[in-house]
């Protein structure tokens, strides 16, 4: 049972800062079709777990029941993958194709580079 509001609480926080990313850029980008704010926050997301994942390994430093709050809960509540998909199918049902395969293309490479650079970056923390 512990574990579960360990994810419960990191999910609630995560979602928080999900929400408030979301409401500063649908302010900041008002009228743009491109979802500016799912794009940062993975990327953002990728980069964090990739570090935080990065220090877990070579240091051992996080608890199990840290490890959920911070990797499934507060980053799993953060990040907006099946928002992604749900936003690039609009892109393309809107007719707004080249938004939509960059949308598609990049997410993933900024996505796989954010982990890779976060994990590069934490070897380096002492």
Not at 18 to 32: C, K, P, Q, W
Not at 35 to 58: D, Q, R
């Amino acid at each position: 049972m512990g574990n579960i509001l360990w994810v419960g609480l990191g999910g609630f926080i995560g979602s928080i800062f999900r929400y408030a990313v979301d409401g500063f850029f649908t302010r900041v980008a008002f009228g743009s079709v491109f979802p500016y704010e799912t794009f940062l926050v993975n990327a953002v997301g990728c980069l964090t777990i990739g570090f935080l994942a990065g220090i877990a390994e070579s240091r051992g430093v996080f608890s199990e029941p840290i490890k959920m709050f911070l990797f499934i809960g507060l980053i799993g509540g953060f990040t907006t993958f099946s928002a992604f998909a749900f936003e690039s199918l609009q892109l393309f049902k809107e007719s707004q194709s080249i938004l939509a395969i960059f949308n598609l293309v990049f997410q993933p490479v900024i996505g796989l580079g954010g982990v890779w650079a976060g994990q590069t970056i934490s070897r380096f923390v002492s």
